[in-house]
Nanobody, 117 residues
Framework: QVQLVESGGGLVQPGGSLRLSCAAS????????MAWYRQAPGKERELVAH???????NYADSVKGRFTISRDNAKKTVYPQMNSLKPEDTAVYYC???????????WGQGTLFTVSS
């Protein structure tokens, strides 16, 4: 069974930076589209950033120019680098992968970070 394990949450000051990570089990990571979602208190889960297996990316308008999603296929890990953080970025962040016939859609457990002074 494929698993995604996130790490890197915490408390960050406005204007600061943070990098989360999401490590995958299994052997087909390089073929898997990966994404980061977030869910703020009282709001629906929303797509933040997406990476195709080939490394093409797209972003929510709210994070364009501030967030960068990248992947290291050798380490089977995907990262969002988040800069110029704002209080409204506070949320639980979830890693997501579409493992198709090898595992379907898989979610990580979520990691919380708070942007606050």
């Amino acid at each position: 069974q494929v698993q995604l394990v996130e790490s890197g949450g915490g408390l960050v000051q406005p204007g600061g930076s943070l990098r989360l990570s999401c490590a995958a089990s299994g052997s087909i990571f390089r073929l898997v589209p990966m994404a980061w979602y977030r869910q703020a208190p009282g709001k629906e889960r929303e797509l933040v950033a997406h990476s195709t297996s080939g490394g093409s990316t797209n972003y929510a308008d709210s994070v364009k120019g501030r967030f960068t999603i990248s992947r290291d296929n050798a380490k089977k890990t995907v990262y969002p680098q988040m800069n110029s953080l704002k209080p409204e970025d506070t949320a639980v962040y979830y890693c997501n992968g579409d493992f198709g016939i090898y595992g379907g859609e898989v979610w990580g457990q979520g990691t919380l970070f708070t942007v606050s002074s």
